[in-house]
């Protein structure tokens, strides 16, 4: 069994939940926007950004930390 100190309170978890699932539906929303309007593959890299950001917001705030 592995204990582990919270690092943030509750207000602090529900803050980065908030902004991770946010962060992630910009994310699709880019993605439908750039699948939608033709833009090359490359543009689609960049999303790389939203995506990353809102998993960590949403592992963060699950993880406690």
Known sequence: MVVRAANIGPKGRRRRA???VLTLAVGI?????ILLSGVGRGW???LFVPFWA???GVFQARGHT
Do not use: H, P
């Not at 929303?29 to 926007?33: D, K, L, M």
């Open 18 to 20: 908030l902004m991770g």
């Open 44 to 46: 689609r890299v960049a």
């Open 29 to 33: 929303a880019a993605f439908v926007v």
């Open 54 to 56: 809102g998993a960590l």
